[in-house]
């Protein structure tokens, strides 16, 4: 028999079923409009699903990518900033070099 | 004003009055608990802001996900602690009042009826179970003991290959009612053992596959009010029934104690 203390992650059902009233929650003074608890458990899983799953495939990418991850973005902007300034300097120095030998 | 309250549960006085609160966990992760009480009872509450909790700001958080899952599992992590203090009504998520005078009113309206159900609540549990069902085995069963199947299967292979085709379909449908008829008829069986130890029931809704996430069908979802002495017999009648229904694709889930979120909901007049 397993008695499972409803937990973060295997009881989202039983939890959002308890916690959750149906639709409006009617107790308080503030108006609360929900979604129905399957629509809400349904699209927490599809989110808990989606995340978990893509990780453990490896398919971790959007952490690098610079379109849906900003840092990333950053580091990437700064690491090519970095490159284009060694090679303009690169560039100079070889041009200065070339004058000076036509000079001769 | 900038200040809403945050209603967990209604304990009574004497249970809460000298218990201390200002460790735990709150909705907004920055006020304390506080108890405010009334009568013989006391609301649970903590301070919130308009700003995070306000009508119009929930508007938008209740359709952020990630915001209603944070929220509703701390939300259910404060009433276990909660109960496990003292009897408790507990709420629902997201009970907000708008002032102090407005739980006063509240309370006022309700004590004496709250403070009975207290009283009955007290020594008891809620339990929640649900019970799935991989219909394999009972198709087979059926299909193979139920007495006008084998009759329907005889005169099938009689008739022409095209009328077999449409029997055979006609057939699976039989045997797919039959197995429905056999699932309900378990779980009628099984809850009326279950409802002589409990005090109360509460039925719930049998949830699709689409939000178990599941392979079996939940056939079942029930809640039990059961007194804190008999809860080692039902549990125990739990793992005897999910042992014999192993081989039949039963498999029953057993989930508690939880917060008698189902036995203590708010009656028409009292909500209004």
Known sequence: ?104 | MARLLYLYGIALKDEVEDKEFSQMKTIDGKNNVEVIAYGECAAIVSPVEVEEFGEEVLEVKTNQMDWVQEKAYLHHEILMELKEMATLIPMKFCTILESETSLEKKMDAHETEWAILLQKLSGKEEWNVKIYNHPGQLKEQVAEHHPDIQKKREEISQMSKGMQYLQKKKLDQFIDEQVVQEQQSYVNQIHRDWSDLCEETAEKKVWNKSVTGKEEDMCWNCAYLIDKEQVEKFLSSVTKANEEGESTGWHIEVTGPWPVYHFSTLSKSEVE
């Open chain 1, 1 to 104: 028999m397993s008695i499972e203390h409803p937990t973060q992650s295997n009881s989202i059902v039983d939890v959002l079923e308890t916690v959750l009233d149906k639709g409006v929650v009617i107790a308080g003074d503030i108006r609360v409009g929900l979604a129905d608890v399957e629509l809400l458990t349904i699209k927490i899983r599809l989110i808990v699903a989606s995340v978990d799953k893509a990780k453990e495939i490896g398919m971790d990418w959007w952490e690098t990518d610079p379109y849906l991850n900003s840092k990333a973005a950053e580091s990437n902007t700064e690491a090519l900033e970095k490159e284009n300034e060694q090679l303009q300097k690169r560039i100079e120095q070889l041009e200065k070099k070339m004058n000076q030998t036509y000079e001769r």
